[in-house]
C-alpha cells in the first residue's frame, strides 16, 4: 500500500474503533486459553534439521547478531532464530540406517541448499535499500505461493476443497465497518497480498459434486443470495451485491472470491520505527475487517466455533517477518491482533520456519476453518430463520426465548379468554342426561296404540285390580320410589314412542315434527283418532308398521315383557337415564327412512 492518504492510518485511530495490536511475541500462556491450540498449531515445525548442520547455524546466527536488521532485538524476544536443542534436530536413534530414513536425509539437506539461497537474495535486497515493490516479488515467488504453483498438477477432489484464491493489491470496497459508517477516518484495506476462497462456478463442478454443501455452498447463487438477503457480506468486493448470479463472465478474477482468511502487509527495511508501525496498522485494519465479514455469518447461528473466527495476517518489514492472530476478545470484546511468532529472512532456518508456518496455516483453514463456515451457510440457507429485534442503539440482534426458569409463575399470568366459547351441552344433538328445562308436562298415560296391537284381548275373568293398567296413584308412588332408588342396570327402562299431535298443550316445549317425517310416519290418523277414544275399532285393532327402524347410539330394544314389551314390527327405545331429569325428555331417533326426527317420549311403568 503505497498511497499517501494511508498514511493517517495509526494506532490512535485503531484505537477508536476497539482495535487493538500488541508487537511483542507471545507465549501460550498468555493467551486466552480457546486461541493456544491454533497458536501451537502454527508454530509447530514438524521436520527436524541434521545435526551435521547444528554449526552452520551458529555461525549464521552470530553474524545476524551483530550485522543484521533487528538482529539485537530479535536474539533477546523469542524469534524462531534456529532449531530448538531438543527436538529440532535429527538423531541416530530416530534417523537411522534404513533406505527411508536416507532419503529423507537427503531430502532435507536439499531444502536447506534452497533456503540458503533465498536467505542470500534477503540480505542482498536489504544491503540495497530496496523498496517495497522489489520486497513483494521475492514474497511471492518464494512464500505466498498460488494454488497452482504449490499444486502442479490437477486433482478434482482437491482443487474443489483446498483451492485458494491469491490476489495482490486488492481494494476492499465493501466492509462491514464502512458501511455502517461508524470510522470515517479508517480507510479501506488494500492489502499487499490477500489469502481468500475461490468462489466456484457451477458449470465447471461434476455431477458428483453438484449436491455437496462444501461445494454448493461456495457457488455465486448462493453466496449472492446471501449477501442480498441475509445482508451478509461474503466478499470484500461489491460485485455480489449488484451482479446477476446467472452471469459469470461479467465479473473477474479478483469478484469470485470470498471470506478473505489471511492478509500480507509489505515495507521495505528502515531504520524508522514508524514504518514498521504503519505496517502493523494496515494489518490490523485489514484482519479486522475480515474478521468482522466472518461474524456476520457466525452471528446468524448460535453456537459457532471459535478457531473459525481467528485471521491471519503477516508483516514483513525488509526481512523481519511476523505472524498474527487477530480475533475478538470474548471479556472486553475488542478486537486483538497479537504477534505469536517471529523471525528473519536472513537466517536459513529462518526461511525455512516460514515455510512450515506457512503451510500449517494452510492445514489449519482448510480443516477448521473452511469447513465451519460452509455448516454456518448451510444453516442460514435451510435452518430456521431466528426472529431479530432491535436494541435501544440501533443493532439487529437474534430474539431469543426466554428461559423457563425465568417465566412468572402460573398464578401471575394473565388469563386469556378462549377466543370461541365452548357450546352447552344443551346444543348437542343427542343429550343421554336430558335437562330439565327442556322436558314437557306429564301427560296422561293411556295404551300406546303401537304396543296395543300385540297385546292378548282382556280376560274378564280376572278382577280391575290385576288387570295390565294401573292406576294414576299407584304410578306415582312408583315413580316415587323410582326416584329414591336407581333401578339395577339388568332391567333398563323403556321409552314408548307417543305420537304427536294437536292436543299437545301449548306450555310444552316439544319443537314441531320435521316436515320430512310427514310422508313416511309411522302413525296415521287413525290412530290419532284412537287415543281420543280407546273404544273406537282402529284402537282395538291398529293398523301394523312394518318397518324397523335403527336406533341411535346409547338406546336398545326393551326386554321387558306385559303389555309394554314390543314384538318385532314395534318401534320402541329404551335408553339409560339419571333418576328425576330422565322421566321425561327429548330422544332422537329415525321415525322414518332417510331422515331424523324429534319424538315425545314417556318412560313406562315396570311393576
Given at each position: 500500500?503505497?498511497?499517501?492518504?494511508?498514511?493517517?492510518?495509526?494506532?490512535?485511530?485503531?484505537?477508536?474503533?476497539?482495535?487493538?495490536?500488541?508487537?511483542?511475541?507471545?507465549?501460550?500462556?498468555?493467551?486466552?486459553?480457546?486461541?493456544?491450540?491454533?497458536?501451537?498449531?502454527?508454530?509447530?515445525?514438524?521436520?527436524?534439521?541434521?545435526?551435521?548442520?547444528?554449526?552452520?547455524?551458529?555461525?549464521?546466527?552470530?553474524?545476524?547478531?551483530?550485522?543484521?536488521?533487528?538482529?539485537?532485538?530479535?536474539?533477546?524476544?523469542?524469534?524462531?532464530?534456529?532449531?530448538?536443542?531438543?527436538?529440532?534436530?535429527?538423531?541416530?536413534?530416530?534417523?537411522?540406517?534404513?533406505?527411508?530414513?536416507?532419503?529423507?536425509?537427503?531430502?532435507?539437506?536439499?531444502?536447506?541448499?534452497?533456503?540458503?539461497?533465498v536467505?542470500?537474495?534477503?540480505?542482498?535486497?536489504?544491503?540495497?535499500?530496496?523498496?517495497?515493490?522489489?520486497?513483494?516479488?521475492?514474497?511471492?515467488?518464494?512464500?505466498?505461493?498460488?494454488?497452482?504453483?504449490?499444486?502442479?498438477?490437477?486433482?478434482?477432489?482437491?482443487?474443489?476443497?483446498?483451492?485458494?484464491?491469491?490476489?495482490?493489491?486488492?481494494?476492499?470496497?465493501?466492509?462491514?465497518?464502512?458501511?455502517?459508517?461508524?470510522?470515517?477516518?479508517?480507510?479501506?484495506?488494500?492489502?499487499?497480498?490477500?489469502?481468500?476462497?475461490?468462489?466456484?462456478?457451477?458449470?465447471?463442478?461434476a455431477?458428483?459434486?453438484?449436491?455437496?454443501?462444501?461445494?454448493?455452498?461456495?457457488?455465486?447463487p448462493?453466496?449472492?443470495?446471501?449477501?442480498?438477503?441475509?445482508?451478509?457480506?461474503?466478499?470484500?468486493?461489491?460485485?455480489?451485491?449488484?451482479?446477476?448470479?446467472?452471469k459469470?463472465?461479467?465479473?473477474?478474477?479478483?469478484?469470485?472470491?470470498?471470506?478473505?482468511?489471511?492478509?500480507?502487509?509489505?515495507?521495505?527495511?528502515?531504520?524508522?520505527?514508524?514504518?514498521?508501525?504503519?505496517?502493523?496498522?494496515?494489518?490490523a485494519?485489514?484482519?479486522?475487517?475480515?474478521?468482522?465479514?466472518?461474524?456476520g455469518?457466525?452471528?446468524?447461528?448460535?453456537?459457532?466455533?471459535?478457531?473459525?473466527?481467528?485471521?491471519?495476517?503477516?508483516?514483513?518489514?525488509?526481512?523481519?517477518v511476523?505472524?498474527?492472530?487477530?480475533?475478538?476478545?470474548?471479556?472486553?470484546?475488542?478486537?486483538?491482533?497479537?504477534?505469536?511468532?517471529?523471525?528473519?529472512?536472513?537466517?536459513?532456518?529462518?526461511?525455512?520456519?516460514?515455510?512450515?508456518?506457512?503451510?500449517?496455516?494452510?492445514?489449519?483453514?482448510?480443516?477448521?476453518?473452511?469447513?465451519?463456515?460452509?455448516?454456518?451457510?448451510?444453516?442460514?440457507?435451510?435452518?430456521?430463520?431466528?426472529?431479530?429485534?432491535?436494541?435501544?442503539?440501533?443493532?439487529?440482534?437474534?430474539?431469543?426465548?426466554?428461559?423457563?426458569?425465568?417465566?412468572?409463575?402460573?398464578e401471575?399470568?394473565?388469563?386469556?379468554?378462549?377466543?370461541?366459547?365452548?357450546?352447552?351441552?344443551?346444543?348437542?344433538?343427542?343429550?343421554?342426561?336430558?335437562?330439565?328445562?327442556?322436558?314437557?308436562?306429564?301427560?296422561?298415560?293411556?295404551?300406546?296404540?303401537?304396543?296395543?296391537?300385540?297385546?292378548?284381548?282382556?280376560?274378564?275373568?280376572?278382577?280391575?285390580?290385576?288387570?295390565?293398567?294401573?292406576?294414576?296413584?299407584?304410578?306415582?308412588?312408583?315413580?316415587?320410589?323410582?326416584?329414591?332408588?336407581?333401578?339395577?342396570?339388568?332391567?333398563?327402562?323403556?321409552?314408548?314412542?307417543?305420537?304427536?299431535?294437536?292436543?299437545t298443550?301449548?306450555?310444552?316445549?316439544?319443537?314441531?315434527?320435521?316436515?320430512?317425517?310427514?310422508?313416511?310416519?309411522?302413525?296415521?290418523?287413525?290412530?290419532?283418532?284412537?287415543?281420543?277414544?280407546?273404544?273406537?275399532?282402529?284402537?282395538?285393532?291398529?293398523?301394523?308398521?312394518?318397518?324397523?327402524?335403527?336406533l341411535?347410539?346409547?338406546?336398545?330394544?326393551?326386554?321387558?315383557?306385559?303389555?309394554?314389551?314390543?314384538?318385532?314390527?314395534?318401534?320402541?327405545?329404551?335408553?339409560?337415564?339419571?333418576?328425576?331429569?330422565?322421566?321425561?325428555?327429548?330422544?332422537?331417533?329415525?321415525?322414518?327412512?332417510?331422515?331424523?326426527?324429534?319424538?315425545?317420549?314417556?318412560k313406562?311403568?315396570v311393576?
Amino acid at each position: 500500500m503505497s498511497t499517501s492518504s494511508k498514511h493517517t492510518l495509526n494506532r490512535k485511530i485503531l484505537q477508536d474503533d476497539k482495535i487493538f495490536f500488541y508487537d511483542h511475541v507471545h507465549e501460550s500462556s498468555e493467551l486466552p486459553e480457546w486461541f493456544r491450540s491454533t497458536s501451537q498449531y502454527m508454530r509447530h515445525i514438524r521436520r527436524k534439521a541434521p545435526t551435521s548442520r547444528k554449526k552452520d547455524f551458529k555461525d549464521e546466527l552470530d553474524t545476524f547478531r551483530n550485522s543484521g536488521q533487528d538482529g539485537k532485538t530479535a536474539v533477546t524476544s523469542g524469534w524462531s532464530l534456529e532449531p530448538s536443542r531438543e527436538k529440532g534436530y535429527m538423531t541416530r536413534e530416530s534417523f537411522g540406517e534404513s533406505a527411508k530414513h536416507t532419503s529423507a536425509k537427503t531430502e532435507m539437506k536439499a531444502t536447506l541448499v534452497d533456503c540458503r539461497r533465498v536467505k542470500e537474495l534477503a540480505i542482498d535486497l536489504r544491503k540495497k535499500k530496496s523498496i517495497e515493490n522489489l520486497w513483494v516479488p521475492l514474497l511471492l515467488a518464494e512464500f505466498f505461493k498460488t494454488y497452482k504453483q504449490v499444486y502442479d498438477t490437477e486433482d478434482e477432489t482437491r482443487d474443489l476443497f483446498h483451492q485458494w484464491e491469491l490476489h495482490v493489491d486488492l481494494l476492499w470496497n465493501e466492509c462491514p465497518s464502512w458501511n455502517a459508517f461508524t470510522s470515517p477516518v479508517r480507510t479501506e484495506p488494500k492489502p499487499d497480498i490477500a489469502y481468500l476462497f475461490p468462489i466456484n462456478d457451477e458449470s465447471k463442478i461434476a455431477k458428483e459434486y453438484r449436491f455437496d454443501n462444501d461445494v454448493k455452498n461456495f457457488t455465486l447463487p448462493v453466496l449472492s443470495e446471501l449477501r442480498k438477503r441475509e445482508c451478509v457480506i461474503p466478499s470484500p468486493k461489491t460485485s455480489l451485491l449488484n451482479c446477476d448470479s446467472t452471469k459469470t463472465k461479467n465479473l473477474g478474477a479478483s469478484d469470485l472470491a470470498c471470506f478473505p482468511w489471511s492478509i500480507v502487509e509489505v515495507k521495505h527495511d528502515t531504520d524508522n520505527s514508524g514504518t514498521a508501525e504503519f505496517c502493523y496498522c494496515q494489518a490490523a485494519n485489514g484482519s479486522a475487517e475480515a474478521l468482522m465479514m466472518r461474524e456476520g455469518l457466525a452471528k446468524k447461528i448460535q453456537d459457532p466455533k471459535s478457531d473459525a473466527l481467528v485471521i491471519f495476517s503477516f508483516t514483513c518489514v525488509g526481512p523481519s517477518v511476523r505472524l498474527w492472530l487477530t480475533f475478538r476478545n470474548t471479556e472486553s470484546k475488542n478486537i486483538e491482533m497479537r504477534c505469536i511468532w517471529a523471525t528473519s529472512l536472513e537466517l536459513t532456518w529462518g526461511v525455512f520456519a516460514l515455510r512450515t508456518v506457512i503451510d500449517n496455516m494452510h492445514e489449519w483453514v482448510y480443516k477448521r476453518v473452511k469447513p465451519e463456515i460452509s455448516r454456518w451457510i448451510t444453516h442460514v440457507r435451510i435452518g430456521p430463520k431466528p426472529k431479530t429485534t432491535n436494541t435501544p442503539d440501533g443493532d439487529e440482534v437474534e430474539q431469543r426465548r426466554r428461559a423457563r426458569s425465568v417465566a412468572p409463575p402460573p398464578e401471575d399470568r394473565p388469563t386469556v379468554s378462549p377466543s370461541v366459547q365452548p357450546r352447552p351441552a344443551s346444543d348437542s344433538k343427542i343429550s343421554r342426561t336430558f335437562m330439565a328445562g327442556n322436558t314437557v308436562p306429564r301427560q296422561p298415560l293411556t295404551p300406546s296404540p303401537l304396543s296395543r296391537h300385540s297385546a292378548p284381548p282382556p280376560d274378564t275373568s280376572k278382577p280391575a285390580s290385576q288387570s295390565n293398567s294401573t292406576p294414576a296413584s299407584a304410578r306415582a308412588k312408583t315413580v316415587a320410589r323410582s326416584a329414591k332408588s336407581p333401578k339395577p342396570p339388568s332391567r333398563p327402562s323403556a321409552y314408548t314412542i307417543v305420537p304427536h299431535d294437536k292436543t299437545t298443550p301449548a306450555s310444552s316445549s316439544l319443537p314441531p315434527k320435521p316436515a320430512s317425517c310427514s310422508k313416511n310416519t309411522a302413525t296415521s290418523s287413525k290412530d290419532i283418532a284412537a287415543l281420543r277414544d280407546p273404544e273406537s275399532p282402529s284402537a282395538r285393532y291398529p293398523r301394523r308398521s312394518n318397518r324397523r327402524t335403527t336406533l341411535p347410539n346409547g338406546f336398545k330394544e326393551s326386554e321387558d315383557g306385559g303389555d309394554d314389551a314390543a314384538d318385532d314390527d314395534d318401534f320402541v327405545l329404551s335408553a339409560e337415564s339419571s333418576d328425576d331429569e330422565a322421566d321425561e325428555g327429548y330422544a332422537s331417533g329415525r321415525g322414518c327412512k332417510g331422515s331424523k326426527s324429534k319424538r315425545r317420549v314417556r318412560k313406562s311403568n315396570v311393576v
